[in-house]
T-cell receptor
Framework: DAGVIQSPRHEVTEMGQEVTLRCKPISGHDYLFWYRQTMMRGLELLIYFNNNVPIDDSGMPEDRFSAKMPNASFSTLKIQPSEPRDSAVYFC?????????????FGPGTRLTVL | GENVEQHPSTLSVQEGDSAVIKCTYSDSASNYFPWYKQELGKGPQLIIDIRSNVGEKKDQRIAVTLNKTAKHFSLHITETQPEDSAVYFCAAYKAAGNKLTFGGGTRVLVKP
């Protein structure tokens, strides 16, 4: 299995620009999670989907952040407009259906730098 | 909500020695406790997990123990090797809300 795939691996952009992060979950997994990791706040859950439907977006910091999952194999996290405080590593994770739905597998992350 | 405390924040050990990382959680409803290893520039990798109906689990050089009464769980790495150097995260999962809450991480350095 290829594991969770994220792109790009690194993104450098200027304040005010739109940023789109992409994720492909593990095939057959029906839960998808977006996390943000910073030194100050550690790993924070932003939003998660089940069967392509957003279930909990209470961790999304503000309206500048949005996430979509148009199908079972693709999700995006968009920041518009981006700000320097959005600089962080963003991880996507997925988990399978059934009794192991609590077991999350992480992708390699996207390191975002907003200048 | 759930709160997970992890100690120590940094741990330096000599190659071949054991390393122990401890975590406490606050919500007795949490029932699944995974441990992740994160190497520089990579995503967290699941290395071992334990469910609330089990007190101990072992996989080669790593083991995890769980004390539900005291609400704490620990990771034990024996015969440490330089490739064990990484940041380790504990986490607690609660089915209500499908939420995984992470500890602050422990940076482990294994000195050759």
């Amino acid at each position: 299995d290829a594991g969770v795939i994220q792109s790009p691996r690194h993104e450098v952009t200027e304040m005010g620009q739109e940023v789109t992060l992409r994720c492909k979950p593990i095939s057959g997994h029906d839960y998808l999670f977006w996390y943000r990791q910073t030194m100050m706040r550690g790993l924070e859950l932003l939003i998660y989907f089940n069967n392509n439907v957003p279930i909990d977006d209470s961790g999304m910091p503000e309206d500048r952040f949005s996430a979509k999952m148009p199908n079972a194999s693709f999700s995006t996290l968009k920041i518009q407009p981006s700000e320097p405080r959005d600089s962080a590593v963003y991880f996507c994770a997925s988990s399978p259906p059934g009794p192991r739905s609590d077991t999350q597998y992480f992708g390699p992350g996207t390191r975002l730098t907003v200048l | 909500g759930e709160n997970v405390e992890q100690h120590p924040s940094t741990l330096s050990v000599q190659e071949g020695d054991s390393a122990v990382i401890k975590c406490t959680y606050s919500d007795s409803a949490s029932n699944y406790f995974p441990w992740y290893k994160q190497e520089l520039g990579k995503g967290p990798q699941l290395i071992i997990d334990i469910r609330s109906n089990v007190g101990e689990k072992k996989d080669q050089r790593i083991a995890v123990t769980l004390n539900k009464t005291a609400k704490h769980f620990s990771l034990h790495i024996t015969e440490t090797q330089p490739e064990d150097s990484a940041v380790y995260f504990c986490a607690a999962y609660k089915a209500a809300g499908n939420k995984l809450t992470f500890g602050g991480g422990t940076r482990v350095l294994v000195k050759p």
